[in-house]
């Protein structure tokens, strides 16, 4: 390339020079001010925005202090503790099937110890929950043994007397005086003798929950059955599904499967006849004839 074809290139017209010097000249302008002028503008205070910032800081500390809380726990019966509420309370799944374990063999944990002996649990979380636990009467009113009481005046104590009483008759006043029952049971054994009409048996203590062997045996010991209570039987060939279910022995799905049997078979002649229906509960069979009217 010619020195004569590069200087074609520099020649410019007198409008074009004009526009280059002026281009120049706002190119320098523009780089004077960027040094020498300052832009940081003050940035301007908001009180409602300051104000949101402040709360902003409280919401966070409560979000951080609620995080570390331990959920709250209202007293209840460590012996019906579900998966749901064992993994609230902390419990591991082991933990949790360690006691459902031990329950299914119809047992019953009295303490705070005895529920860290079947789970396992650590030290720390028993310390935690065992202030919740809350047992049966019987088990708050156990008395310690404090040894054989004193006859100075006598060779031998003379044993009082029992007199057997009709647990149809007992009151509350009555069953209370038993070692082991206090009022929340006497007044559940009642309630029970109430929506059944009577008791029929003595075995039916056994299915007052709360109620331990031991009391049991001394509820034996002081009540009996002297004749059966006057109550109205149920007519099992002829009652309605709501009046079945309302018995305390049938419940819900025991008196449909008996509707269901009476539609398809014909009327129910015995108690046999209920043994043969899905889910009766054939041990308290005997029992439960008595309440019945075939």
Known sequence: MSYKTILTYFKFTREQRNGLFLLFAIIIVLQLIYFFVDFSAAIKNYPEKQKWLSLQSQIDSMKTDNSKAFPKIYPFNPNFITDYKGYKLGMSVQEIDRLLAFRKENKYVNSAEEFQNVTKVSDSLLNVIAPFFEF??????????????????????????IVLIDINQATKEDLIKIYGIGEAISLRILKQKESLGGFVSMEQMKDVWGLSPEVIE??????????????????????????????YYFRYALAKEIVTYRSMI????NIEDLTKIKGFPVDKANLIGLYLDF
């Open 136 to 161: 049966p009467d019987w088990v708050k009113n156990k008395k310690e043994y404090k040894g054989y009481k004193n006859y100075p005046d006598q060779a031998f104590a003379k044993k009082e007397k």
């Open 218 to 247: 001394n509820l034996n010991t002081h009540f009996k059955i002297s004749v059966l209570p006057n109550f109205k039987k149920i007519a099992i060939n002829n009652a309605s599904l709501k009046e079945l279910s309302q018995f």
């Open 266 to 269: 014909g009327n129910i002649k």
